[in-house]
């Protein structure tokens, strides 16, 4: 059974660097069936896709337009984990973050982790 | 807004049938891409429930089912139950934003 471990700070001051960590087990970081994501959900925006991280030979990414120029999500092969990093942050990205597991034969997210609200505040 | 269109709320009594609908545009849906729904009970996790249009993963009740057709969607809950009280979010992909999209999510009441 796939599960995902959340962690991370739920408070982040304004224009600094939102970092959160999501633990995989029972699958690996390096599976060529899987992709791993970070989506968000917020009482204004539902729930919003980030980014991902994949590996097929070698380590590829994708990022929504609205977030580019502000994120990184990263494996760590080490740990058998992967992060998100979110630069700059507002007040507007406060939400919940969810990372989950993408199948790569369907498409769709089938494994999530417990979520972790973030609340970007001075 | 989203790129995928929801109604906001549905309900219905127990024992009856409802359907949520999911509708997008020729860049999604309509551009032969698969809808996934998702349930997410209140103040849990979303939860895979339908994907790949009409496809149910082990252990989701047959009283689930989906649909498409052109560029929108349908989910279908038949029998309907308390605890099926919760929000229903779809879910594609767009080719021109070249990123997975939900609907705003709908939220089910059972009266």
């Known amino acids: 059974q796939v599960q995902l471990q959340q962690s991370g700070p739920g408070l982040v001051q304004p224009s600094q660097t939102l970092s959160l960590t999501c633990g995989i087990s029972?699958?690996?970081?390096?599976?060529?069936?899987?992709?791993w994501n970070w989506i968000r959900q917020s009482p204004s925006r539902g729930l919003e896709w980030l980014g991902r991280?994949?590996?097929?030979?070698?380590?590829?990414?994708d990022y929504a337009l609205s977030v580019k120029s502000r994120i990184m999500i990263n494996p760590d092969t080490s740990k058998n984990q992967f992060s998100l990093q979110l630069n700059s942050v507002t007040p507007e990205d406060s939400a919940v973050y969810y990372c989950?597991?993408?199948?790569?034969?369907?498409?769709?997210?089938?494994?999530w982790g417990q979520g972790t609200l973030v609340t970007v505040s001075s | 807004q989203s790129a995928l269109t929801q109604p906001p709320s549905v309900s219905g009594a127990p024992g009856q049938r409802v359907t949520i609908s999911c509708t997008g545009s020729?860049?999604?849906?309509?551009?032969?891409?698969?809808i996934h729904w998702y349930q997410q009970l209140p103040g849990t996790t979303p939860k895979l429930l339908i994907y790949?249009?009409?496809n149910r993963p082990s252990g989701v009740p047959d009283r689930f089912s989906g649909s498409k057709s052109g560029a929108s969607g349908s989910l279908a809950i038949s029998g309907l139950q308390g605890e099926d009280e919760a929000e229903y979010h779809c879910?594609?992909?767009?080719?021109?934003?070249?990123?997975?999209?939900f609907g705003g999510g709908t939220k089910l009441t059972v009266l």
């Open positions: 989950a597991r993408e199948t790569a034969t369907t498409y769709n997210f089938d494994y």
């Open positions: 029972g699958d690996s970081v390096f599976s060529n069936t899987a992709a």
């Open positions: 991280t994949y590996y097929r030979s070698r380590w590829y990414n």
């Open positions: 020729s860049s999604n849906i309509g551009a032969g891409y698969d």
């Open positions: 790949a249009n009409s």
């Open positions: 879910q594609s992909f767009d080719g021109s934003l070249r990123a997975w999209v």
